[in-house]
């Protein structure tokens, strides 16, 4: 069997185009999922976007071992120096560069003729390989470009040393037989292939990213990029675990075996939509919450007599526990550890006494505890320092047209207490929370929802801020009182915004 190299863009293609600012800490905490999920290589960002870009590769590439860190740049020199800066402490360092092929990249972009686009791509490929051993050469938009001329600028890039040559659909315009011919034609015309391997990038336009992804693999490629929960662009990029669980699922038709342990994909999933505020779907294919339910009589009733009727993965094999064990507010410490450690968290000490008093909390609110609860109990226990605490708050409504709501904060140890109005309960809310904090961000999407299917259900409230400088910061909060989980959502994005973030992009 071939391997399948699994490249991961979400903390750079996925990041860039939400509009979302994660910061290095956010980034970090995603860096260390996708090692334990096994990908071959994280494309941490783009260092010369932003100085906050630069930071986040920087620290990923000094933190994370045993993966290929890679960095993003366009064919010019002062990307790549900045782009070999920011890799500096990586163990297997990787320097991404390439130039737009398809007439319409090189005319109206780039004003440059063909010959010149070989040469720019050329020197690129060897200034990168001064700093580092591992060039990947991207020709962008090479679906659309004349394939006579891709097999050109491809033979010349690793005639300069490029390790891996990728073969875009930028804008998604690709049908899978297509994509597979055009990667089975690179494969075929380019003399020198051999030297160099070939990878797939596929985005979403026409919901055929995975369709291509495959059909490129199919055709002979052994890299495939792509991100969790296929976030990215416009209507998103290939949907890695997709990619992941079709190869895996139908090994006889692929002959290919990545290194991905798909027992982290639930536990990723769940942790990109947590940190990137982007909502899985339910019926979204291997990781949305319906993707494993069996809702119609005949259904059920087929899997109840064997599996395999209706069920092509098991859920298990995603990580998705099959917790028998219920928790309700007379269950130990012990049986809280048994069920945190089936979900993969491993808590002792210290750490298992505060999650246990923040489970009694919960379990006093909710007759039975489910595992979506533990999920939230962990996320809640903070990847984040709280400078702002919710101390108090009450509110009073006059009808549903007014209300008051009197807040006290503890802001780094000090308790501040003020009262504002508000078209309701939830803007009352805010605006007193602003004339505490002086916050002068603009709301800019603000969502409830129930984690669980229970009338006394967690809920998870989504805040996302728009700061004066262009970014957008994310904040949840969980509570059984929808209104104390909005609080804290508004507070948590606050809280956020002092760490060091990306600044707006250059590109
Ligand atoms: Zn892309």
């Given at each position: 069997m071939r391997k399948l190299y699994v490249f991961d863009t979400t903390l750079r293609d996925g990041e860039q185009s939400l509009g979302i600012t994660l910061n290095v800490k956010e980034k970090l905490e995603i860096g260390r999922q996708l090692v334990k999920l096994g990908v071959d290589i994280i494309e941490a960002g783009f260092p010369a976007s932003s100085p906050g870009d630069m930071e986040s590769v920087q620290t990923i590439a000094k933190e994370l071992k045993g993966v290929i860190i890679c960095g993003l740049t366009r064919a010019v020199a002062p990307d790549i120096d900045l782009c070999a800066q920011a890799l500096r402490k990586a163990e297997y360092p990787r320097i991404h560069t390439g130039i737009g092929v398809s007439p319409v990249h090189m005319e109206k972009k780039l004003k440059l003729n063909p010959d010149q686009v070989v040469e720019q791509a050329v020197a690129a490929v060897r200034y990168a390989k001064k700093y580092v051993s591992d060039v990947e050469f991207y020709a962008e938009d090479a679906f659309r470009s004349d394939p006579i001329f891709l097999a050109r600028v491809i033979e010349n890039v690793i005639t300069a040393g490029a390790t891996v040559v990728n073969i875009p659909d930028t804008v998604g315009y690709a049908n899978p037989w297509e994509y597979g011919e055009l990667i089975a034609s690179v494969l075929k015309n380019v003399k020198n292939i051999d030297k160099a391997i070939v990878s797939v990038h596929c985005h979403n336009d026409l919901g055929m990213a995975t369709a291509n992804s495959l059909a490129g693999i199919k055709a002979g490629a052994s890299q495939v990029e792509g991100t969790i929960n296929g976030i990215g662009e416009r209507a998103g990029n290939t949907s890695l675990e997709e990619v992941i669980m079709s190869i895996y699922t139908r090994r006889d038709g692929y002959g290919v075996k990545s290194?991905?342990?798909?027992?982290e994909i639930s536990a990723t999933s769940r942790l990109v939509s947590r940190i990137t505020g982007v909502t899985v779907p339910?019926?979204?294919?291997?990781?949305?919450?319906?993707?494993?339910?069996?809702?119609s009589g005949i259904h059920q009733d087929g899997v109840l007599k064997d599996r395999e009727t209706y069920e092509i993965i098991q859920p298990e094999t995603i990580g998705v526990p099959q917790n028998l064990i219920s928790l309700t507010a007379r269950s130990g410490r012990h049986a809280l550890k048994h069920c945190l450690e089936e979900l993969g968290y491993k808590v002792e000490g210290d750490q298992l006494d505060d999650v246990y008093q923040r489970f009694l909390q919960l379990a006093d609110l909710k007759k039975e505890v489910f595992d979506q609860d533990l999920y939230v109990l962990m996320g809640d226990s903070g990847s984040i320092a709280n400078s702002i605490v919710l101390e108090s708050m009450s509110i009073a409504t006059n009808g549903v047209e007014m209300a008051t709501a009197t807040v006290t904060l503890e802001i780094e140890g000090t308790m501040m207490t003020d009262a504002a109005c508000g078209n309701g309960p939830v803007n009352a809310l805010f605006n007193t929370i602003d004339r505490i904090t002086g916050n002068n961000a603009t709301l800019e999407d603000y969502t409830l929802k129930s984690v669980?299917?229970?009338?006394e259900a967690l809920g998870e409230a989504t805040v996302k801020l728009r700061y004066e400088d262009g970014r957008l910061v994310v904040g949840k909060g969980f509570s059984t009182d929808i209104i104390e989980a909005s609080a804290k959502a508004y507070i948590n994005a606050l809280d956020k915004k002092d760490l060091r973030t990306s600044q707006a992009k250059v590109v």
């Open positions: 290194n991905i342990n798909t027992r339910d019926h979204k294919a291997i990781v949305g919450a319906n993707a494993f339910n069996h809702a669980t299917r229970s009338s």
